[in-house]
């Protein structure tokens, strides 16, 4: 067995997804190698199912501030013997990670962003670039030139308990809180739902608990709807985005994973984001996008023209 690899990735959800072509093109890199990933204690349980990694260690995140907690983490990285890093959140951060591990003695090759490491993605214009190719990029600049398709079998959850229908479609009215323009309204959701439902498309409405008031609004305008907000975890979004004729959502983390798996995908953005960044990829055309400045101001009608062949 080849020496040790670590890869660096936290989150959010749309992140890490964003990364699984990554992590498979490394792992199928470093065939002989124990690969561990570094991430958050949201995807720790998640990603230790995933085949690409041996094991997955959990970064608490220590404030800057913290020298002792940072020092532990210097430590505990620096004992792992890496050969190679690939630092895939390239953050400030996790760059600061480089020289944590180096204070501990550890003399890994580096690919990321950190000043020093031996091989750095170094284009100019990498912030100007989609997620997914500065990423194949950064990779590309460290060696790795095969990347095959991620395989997300392991994704699949048993989703027998929520009895669904045969046809249904998914429904993702939610986004970040702290972003409402990121949203559009959940009475346009409605009217959509009631689309769906007139079409033979049973609508299943994805999300958090916070958001079951979205979900409520949609419910008013479509009863026939399904609300499974608060239901899901992760593998279950995937078994039920697999599941589904199509997709409709904001740009939210769960819409990468419902892209990924597949699913004739319709994603709406606001001039909040730039989908030429971080729109969801799936596999193919299956994805569309459809952009307007202010989401309040997108009628329903218009969503409807634009949906993807169930």
């Known amino acids: 067995m080849t020496a040790p690899i670590l890869v660096i990735k936290h989150g959010a959800l749309g992140d890490l997804v964003q990364a699984f072509g990554p992590f498979a093109a490394i792992r199928a890199h470093h065939l002989g190698a124990a690969i561990t990933l570094l991430t958050t204690k949201p995807f720790a349980g998640l990603m ?9 260690m959990v970064d608490d995140r220590p404030p800057w501030w913290n020298l002792l907690a940072w020092r532990a983490l210097g430590r505990r990285l620096a004992a792992g013997g890496y050969a190679r890093v690939y630092d895939l959140q390239t953050s400030d951060r996790s760059s600061r990670l480089f020289l944590t591990m180096r204070v501990h003695g550890a003399r890994p090759e580096w690919s990321g962003i950190a000043p020093g490491g031996s091989h750095p993605h170094a284009n100019p214009a990498r912030d100007a670039m989609h997620t997914m190719d500065r990423q194949r990029e950064q990779l590309a ?30 429904l993702v009215p939610g986004a970040a809180p702290h972003r409402p323009a990121k949203r559009w309204p959940a009475e ?7 689309h769906l439902a007139g079409q033979g498309l049973t609508p299943v409405i994805l999300g958090t608990a916070g ?100």
């Open 48 to 56: 230790a199912k995933a085949p690409w990694f041996d094991a997955v």
């Open 188 to 194: 346009a959701y409605g009217a959509l739902a009631a």
């Open 211 to 310: 958001e079951a008031p979205l979900a409520a609004a949609i419910r008013a305008a479509c009863p026939g709807a399904i609300d499974l907000t608060g239901r899901t975890a992760i593998a279950d979004i995937a078994a039920i985005a697999a599941g589904a004729a199509l997709a409709v959502g904001n740009d939210t983390g769960p819409m990468h994973l419902v892209a990924a798996m597949g699913t004739p995908s319709l994603v709406l953005f606001s001039g909040d984001s730039d989908p030429a960044l971080c729109a969801p990829r799936g596999t193919g055309a299956n994805v569309r996008v459809l952009r307007v400045a202010d989401l309040r101001a997108l009628a329903p009608a218009g969503v409807i023209a634009d949906l993807p062949a169930p």
């Open 141 to 170: 600049a460290a060696g790795i030139a095969a990347f095959p398709p991620p395989d997300l079998g392991w994704l699949a959850g048993d989703i027998a308990r929520f009895g669904l229908p045969p046809r249904y479609a998914v």
